[in-house]
Each structure stands twice: as structure tokens, then as C-alpha cells.
């Protein structure tokens, strides 16, 4: 507990240096009302990082939130256009219901199946990218189509801050509940901390991981209608390769691809480095193109760095058990 707790302040700590570094040169980046909307970008990132952040726990790997998020997003654009009068509440129902139902058939095919996560949620992913071509037949619907109150609901500002950030503090305190306080969010870190033991104890790891992948699937559909209202328009490849920083920003925040370590302050963090590398790039005049590359190698450089935290304390603990009783 204490390295994760001190991997949290090594990045919490980065965060703040960049955000000085940037600040040196261009002031009005850390204004106030400037990271407010640097959060807001960030929170679908955040949203759908913690729904992989389970998934990851449990040895698991959820490669289809984006095309989730953008087939989710697709449909709930789609029935705003045939019934514009429908309550915002009942299009999120919509959504988060769809998403969980399609990060169900991720969970179904790894219990039941026992296909690896990384091919089941290939494949998905593939065929929910698909599906939204078949739906839209390539079309795209743009916001003149859209109604007000379907657009307007995360934009709209609560205490200074759009509802889409609130909706991410929301998700954070709500993992942070789960994770701590309840015996799935300890089943969780059972599963992939020794799915052996955890067995015995008499948690069932299929079932376990079937529910790690309906959370990822209920908040990446809550993402994409959040995301297809925010910038009011969908098509077929929105989100496109944003599964790379979902990824990105749990490995980053701490969360072991082994399963079983990590937490939600870390993941939201991990996020967070994400949000203000992608929003300081044009600032410092850097293409937003080179986001892919950044991504990329941060996840290379924090699974390096969680391998070699891995290796040392199982020396330490090979080193004590040697020791004479």
C-alpha cells in the first residue's frame, strides 16, 4: 500500500511540475477558469479509465470502451433524432443500459468461453465499429439535428463547472466507494491479486470478472452520450483509438497489468497527466498528433517502472525468508 501511495505522490507531484513549467512561460494555462475546462476535457477519460481500472484489476483488459463509447453514443443520437422530446434522464438510461448490455457480452464470452480478454474485446470492438456503420449507414448526425436540452445537459455549468466534470467527480467518489467499502470492490483485488486463493475463499472469478467488464461497459455508454452531446455530432469513427489512453492512464496511475494493485486516486491522476499533456501541447505549440506517441510511451515507461517495483519486493521478500527463525 505504501508504494502505491507513494506512486500517487511521485505522480501527483509530476502533475504540478508540469503545470509550473507550462505556467512559466504561458500564465493564463493554470487560470483558474482554464483548468476547469482542462478537467472538463479530461472527464470522459477519467469516466471510462475507471470502468478499465476494474476490468484491469481482475486480470482482464477492455479494449472496446471507445468503440462502446461510440456506438452508445451513435444510438443515443439517433433516438434524440427520432424523438426529440425524450428526457435527458431516460437518454442516459438508454445509454448506460446499452453500454452495460455490450460490456456484458465482453464478460459472458471470457466466463463462459474462457477466450482471452485481449481477443474477446478485439474482436468487439471491431464489430461494434461495425455496427455503428450498419445503424448510420455512414452518415453522420450533426447538431442542427440534435435538440437543445440533448446538447445542452453537459454543457450546462453547476457551482462554475459543466455537468460533464461533475459527472466525473461523481464517478470518482462513487469508485472510491465501491472499491473501499464493499465486498465486490474487494473481490475485485482478490481476483487478481491470486484467483487461486480467491477460489477458495469461495469468490467466483468468472463471475467476478463478467461484472468488471458490465461497469467498464455501463460507463463507457455513459461516456458516449456524454461525449456525442458535448460535441454534438457522431459518425462512425468518433473516439477512434482513445482505447490507447484509457489504457494509458490506468498503467500510468498505477494500476498493474498483473492484476490485483491499484487504486482510484491513482487511475484518476493517471488521467489527469493525460488531460493537461494533450491540452499543453498546442499550447506549446507541439501537434496534438504526437498525443498518440506520448500515450504509447507511457505505458511502456510505466509498466517498466511497476516491473521493476514488482521484481524488488519479491527480493525483499525472498531476502526475509531466508533469514534464520
Not at 467476478?208 to 456525442?228: D, E, H, K, R
Request: proline residues 4%.
Amino acid at each position: 500500500m505504501s508504494a502505491l501511495k507513494s506512486r500517487e505522490a511521485i505522480l501527483f507531484a509530476a502533475i504540478l511540475t508540469l503545470l509550473l513549467l507550462i505556467a512559466s512561460r504561458f500564465p493564463g494555462f493554470v487560470s483558474p477558469q482554464n483548468l476547469v475546462s482542462v478537467f472538463t476535457d479530461t472527464a470522459p477519460l477519467i469516466i471510462l479509465a475507471l470502468g478499465q481500472m476494474v476490468v484491469i484489476l481482475t486480470r482482464c483488459i477492455d479494449l472496446s470502451v471507445a468503440a462502446n463509447l461510440a456506438l452508445t453514443g451513435m444510438v443515443c443520437a439517433m433516438v434524440n433524432v427520432a424523438l426529440p422530446g425524450l428526457p435527458v434522464a431516460l437518454v442516459l438510461v438508454i445509454a448506460v443500459t446499452l453500454g452495460a448490455a455490450l460490456g456484458s457480452l465482453n464478460g459472458l464470452l471470457v466466463w463462459k468461453l474462457d477466450i482471452p480478454p485481449i481477443v474477446v474485446t478485439l474482436g468487439t470492438m471491431t464489430i461494434f465499429r461495425g455496427l455503428i456503420f450498419l445503424l448510420s449507414e455512414g452518415q453522420w448526425i450533426n447538431a442542427h439535428e440534435m435538440s437543445a436540452s440533448f446538447t445542452g445537459f453537459p454543457r450546462s455549468l453547476l457551482l462554475g463547472m459543466p455537468v460533464l466534470g461533475w459527472i466525473a467527480v461523481l464517478a470518482v467518489a462513487v469508485m472510491a466507494l465501491v472499491m473501499g467499502r464493499t465486498t465486490l470492490g474487494r473481490a475485485f483485488f482478490a481476483v487478481g491479486g491470486n484467483p487461486h486463493a480467491a477460489v477458495y475463499t469461495g469468490i467466483d472469478v468468472g463471475r467476478t470478472q463478467f461484472l468488471a467488464f458490465v461497469i467498464s461497459g455501463a460507463l463507457a455508454g455513459l461516456t458516449g452520450y456524454l461525449w456525442i452531446a458535448r460535441y454534438a455530432v457522431a459518425y462512425v469513427d468518433i473516439a477512434g483509438g482513445f482505447e490507447l489512453d484509457v489504457v494509458a492512464a490506468c498503467v500510468i496511475g498505477g494500476i498493474s497489468i498483473a492484476g490485483g494493485a491499484g487504486s482510484v486516486i491513482g487511475t484518476l491522476l493517471g488521467a489527469l497527466f493525460l488531460g493537461v499533456v494533450k491540452n499543453a501541447l498546442p499550447v506549446v505549440d507541439i501537434s496534438p498528433f504526437w498525443q498518440l506517441a506520448i500515450s504509447g510511451a507511457a505505458i511502456l515507461v510505466a509498466v517498466a517502472f511497476n516491473a521493476r517495483a514488482g521484481r524488488s519486493r519479491g527480493r525483499l521478500i525472498l531476502k526475509s525468508a531466508e533469514q534464520p527463525q
